[in-house]
Nanobody
C-alpha cells in the first residue's frame, strides 16, 4: 500500500497564503486523478480543486481565483497554492489520487491523512 502525505498546513491570518503539498510515502510510477478536498468540523467533505481526466483543472466556486492546483510529475507531487485565505477556508485538507507503483499496481482513490489549515486573526 502507498500512502499519500499532505504537508504545508498551519495557522495563517486572513488574507495570507499557504502552499500545501501531497506526495506519496515512497517512490511510485505515477499519480493520477488527483483532487484536493477539505472537511471542516460538522461539515461534509467537499472537493476544492482537481485535475480532470483531460488535464484541465476544476475548482469549487468558493475558491476560484484564490486557489491553484499544480503538479510536479517528476516528483509525483501535487500542490495547492492558497491565496487570500478566509476564515471559512479553515478545515482539514486532504488529497486523493490513483497511485500506480513501479510494479504496475494501481491503488484507486488513495487518501492522505490530511493537514490542518486554520485561518484566524
Amino acid at each position: 500500500q502507498v500512502q499519500l502525505v499532505e504537508s504545508g498546513g498551519g495557522l495563517v491570518q486572513p488574507g495570507g497564503s499557504l502552499r500545501l503539498s501531497c506526495a506519496p510515502s515512497r517512490s511510485i510510477f505515477s499519480i493520477n486523478n488527483v483532487g484536493w478536498y477539505r472537511q471542516a468540523p460538522g461539515k461534509q467533505r467537499e472537493l476544492v480543486a482537481a485535475f480532470t481526466s483531460g488535464g484541465s483543472t476544476n475548482y469549487a466556486d468558493s475558491v476560484k481565483g484564490r486557489f491553484t492546483i499544480s503538479r510536479d510529475n517528476d516528483k509525483n507531487t501535487v500542490y495547492l497554492q492558497m491565496n487570500n485565505l478566509k476564515p471559512e477556508d479553515t478545515a482539514v485538507y486532504l488529497c486523493k489520487a490513483d497511485v500506480t507503483t513501479w510494479a504496475a499496481r494501481t491503488y484507486f482513490n488513495s487518501w492522505g491523512q490530511g493537514t490542518q489549515v486554520t485561518v484566524s486573526s
